[in-house]
């Protein structure tokens, strides 16, 4: 199975910062990356797929790029509703698809 | 517009049985895979299953192998999780979600539905 490693596991920020998420998988995914926000109590949201396309109707300020094993998740100017978990899932090597550990954002 | 709508969870004792149910509306299962997520209390996001929109194939994840059956029903458009056998570590919430094929992304979520497998 293919191994997905977020770092860090948790990060706190403020609004309007820049962040970026680092996901790494232990074999080469090519750009079979995903990326998904998590807040509680409510659906996931697909965010980047194939590992920088962003998904229709999500906004600028997030990006992906990477290929490989090395993956980042990048928002700029965080906005209030940005403060949840992030995740990042292989769909490379199936089954299983994998999903990396999260990352928690939190505000300062 | 696409819908999931989870249900059919609640509190199992271990060795107990349940079974999940996911309603679709605004797509037709016919043209994509769906899958079975879940999040254990404080755990991040564990795929458990898929099935093809014709049936062609199912996966699933080691730790469901064997207790766990995904089925759906075209003509209803809904998804189930047939869960056996089931122990405290399959106490999660269960999602639902739509796969986009190429990538694999999942695309549309359901809201989850919780399981708790408890004496």
């Known amino acids: 199975d293919i191994q997905m490693t977020q770092s860090p596991s948790s990060l706190s920020a403020s609004v309007g910062d820049r962040v970026t998420i680092t996901c790494r998988a232990s074999?080469?995914?090519?750009?079979?990356l995903n990326w998904y926000q998590h807040i509680p109590g409510k659906a996931p949201k697909l965010l980047i797929y194939?590992?920088?396309t962003l998904q229709s109707g999500v906004p600028s300020r997030f990006s992906g790029s990477g290929s490989g094993t090395d993956f980042t998740l990048t928002i700029t100017s965080l906005q209030p509703e940005d403060f949840a978990t992030y995740y990042c899932?292989?769909?490379?090597?199936?089954?299983?698809?994998?999903f990396g550990q999260g990352t928690r954002l939190e505000i300062k | 517009e696409v819908q999931l709508v989870e249900s059919g969870g609640g509190l199992v004792k271990p060795g107990g049985s349940l079974r999940l149910s996911c309603a679709a509306s605004?797509?037709?299962?016919?043209?994509?895979?769906m899958n079975w997520v879940r999040q254990a209390p404080g755990k991040g996001l564990e795929w458990v299953s898929c099935?093809?929109?014709?049936?062609?194939?199912?996966q699933y994840a080691d730790s469901v192998k064997g207790r766990f059956t995904v089925s759906v029903d075209n003509a209803k458009n809904s998804l189930y999780l047939e869960m056996n056998s089931l122990r405290p570590e399959d106490t999660a919430i269960y999602f639902c979600?739509?796969?986009?094929?190429?990538?694999?992304?999942?695309?549309?979520w359901g809201q989850g539905s919780l399981v708790t497998v408890s004496s």
């Open positions: 074999q080469t995914i090519y750009n079979y």
């Open positions: 979600a739509r796969d986009v094929s190429g990538y694999r992304s999942f695309d549309w």
């Open positions: 899932q292989q769909s490379y090597s199936t089954p299983p698809i994998t």
């Open positions: 605004g797509f037709s299962f016919n043209d994509y895979n």
């Open positions: 099935i093809s929109g014709s049936s062609g194939y199912r």
């Open positions: 194939a590992a920088s």
